[in-house]
């Protein structure tokens, strides 16, 4: 059974989400860590195997490490055949994938940095900023209720679940929100509600062990 290192509200959160949408949470032995927060509370956790105490981190069956959220979940979806995912040579497999890759490779850090109110040439240069990030998110979206047509993929709960926890970054698209709006009443939200607040209580009494 794969293991994955979890925190509750966190990057990680996504995972659980979309375990959950496939029915193989219980498939999956999830440890909850404690992890270094942006306001600067919490710790790292000598439980957690990630090399930064970070997460998601994923050990599969076979030992291998696999980290960074995009990875965990292609390979959790290809690991349960694939129902949230177009396969090898079907049409939208290449999209799929370039979503996949411009979550972590364009959109977070175009986020981030706005988030954090930085504003330099290397930045936008690299990245462009959230008006681009929202501009390719509607031409994406045009004709479209998801990323790839009218089915729900992995790359919409990867895109979407930066906008489910930061609302206020989402762009002031119509489009846009819109879709936030589908992919999340697409999610199990009061079950991850209650899978966040158990595992917020276990790591609350570990704490006072």
Same mark, same amino acid.
């Given at each position: 059974?794969? %293991?994955?290192?979890?925190?509750?509200?966190?990057?990680?959160?996504?995972?659980?989400?979309?375990?959950?949408?496939?029915?193989?949470? +219980?498939?999956?032995?999830?440890?909850?860590?404690?992890? *270094?927060?942006?306001?600067?509370?919490?710790?790292? +956790?000598?439980?957690?195997?990630?090399?930064?105490?970070?997460?998601?981190?994923?050990?599969? +069956?076979?030992?291998?490490?696999?980290?960074?959220?995009?990875? *965990?979940?292609?390979?959790?979806?290809?690991?349960?055949?694939?129902?949230?995912?177009?396969?090898?040579?079907?049409?939208?497999?290449?999209?799929?994938?370039?979503?996949?890759?411009?979550?972590?490779?364009?959109?977070?850090?175009?986020?981030?940095?706005?988030?954090?109110?930085?504003?330099?040439?290397?930045? %936008?240069?690299?990245?462009?900023?959230?008006?681009?990030?929202?501009?390719?998110?509607?031409?994406?979206?045009?004709?479209?209720?998801?990323?790839?047509?009218?089915?729900?993929?992995?790359?919409?709960?990867?895109?979407?679940?930066?906008?489910?926890?930061?609302?206020?970054?989402?762009?002031?698209?119509?489009?846009?929100?819109?879709?936030?709006?589908?992919?999340?009443?697409?999610?199990?939200?009061?079950?991850?509600?209650?899978?966040?607040?158990?595992?917020?209580?276990?790591?609350?009494?570990?704490?006072?062990?």
């Amino acid at each position: 059974m794969p %293991t994955l290192y979890h925190s509750p509200q966190s990057r990680s959160s996504r995972v659980i989400a979309q375990l959950m949408l496939m029915g193989k949470l +219980d498939a999956v032995d999830v440890i909850n860590v404690d992890i *270094i927060k942006n306001d600067g509370s919490g710790r790292i +956790d000598p439980k957690n195997a990630h090399p930064e105490g970070k997460v998601p981190f994923l050990v599969t +069956d076979e030992g291998e490490e696999i980290r960074e959220s995009a990875a *965990i979940m292609i390979y959790l979806d290809e690991l349960f055949g694939q129902p949230l995912s177009p396969k090898q040579g079907e049409p939208g497999r290449g999209s799929y994938l370039t979503w996949m890759a411009y979550s972590g490779g364009v959109m977070e850090p175009a986020l981030v940095a706005h988030f954090a109110g930085l504003d330099h040439p290397a930045l %936008t240069g690299t990245f462009r900023t959230m008006k681009e990030v929202g501009a390719q998110l509607e031409r994406g979206l045009k004709g479209r209720s998801f990323l790839l047509g009218e089915e729900l993929t992995v790359a919409d709960l990867l895109m979407a679940s930066a906008f489910q926890w930061a609302p206020h970054l989402t762009p002031d698209i119509p489009m846009v929100k819109a879709w936030v709006e589908r992919v999340t009443s697409a999610l199990d939200n009061e079950g991850l509600a209650a899978f966040e607040a158990k595992a917020e209580e276990e790591l609350r009494q570990k704490e006072l062990t």
